[in-house]
Nanobody
Framework: QVQLVESGGGLVQTGGSLRLSCAAS????????MGWFRQAPGKKREFVGQ????????NYADSVKGRFTISRDNAKSTVYLQMTSLKPEDTATYYC??????????????????????WGQGTQVTVSS
């Protein structure tokens, strides 16, 4: 069974930085796409960015482009979300997710229609103004 465990959230001031980690286990993830999402209270879950485990190609939401960076450590089966220049509007619960390309289905998670199959429990990020 796939398990995704996020860590690294916390309280930070505007302009600060945080690095979130997502430890993945239970499968061989080489063909997977790993994503980061976030959800603020009263809002739908939204895409932050993703990385292909094989090759490391990334893409990001416009709202975080240039400020957030996703990377992975193959040896540790861990994906990271480095967040810099944080803003109060980045406050949310951040989720790691895994998309198995062999599973062709869409699900609704936090109000978001998505093909991501596995989700972590989330970690809270609060940016104070």
């Amino acid at each position: 069974q796939v398990q995704l465990v996020e860590s690294g959230g916390g309280l930070v001031q505007t302009g600060g930085s945080l690095r979130l980690s997502c430890a993945a286990s239970g499968r061989t993830f080489s063909s997977y796409v790993m994503g980061w999402f976030r959800q603020a209270p009263g809002k739908k879950r939204e895409f932050v960015g993703q990385i292909r485990w094989s090759g490391g190609a990334t893409n990001y939401a416009d709202s975080v482009k240039g400020r957030f960076t996703i990377s992975r450590d193959n040896a540790k089966s861990t994906v990271y979300l480095q967040m810099t220049s944080l803003k109060p509007e980045d406050t949310a619960t951040y989720y790691c997710a895994a998309d198995d390309p062999s599973v062709l289905r869409a699900v609704v998670v936090g109000g978001l229609v998505t093909t991501y199959d596995y989700w972590g429990q989330g970690t809270q990020v609060t940016v104070s103004s």
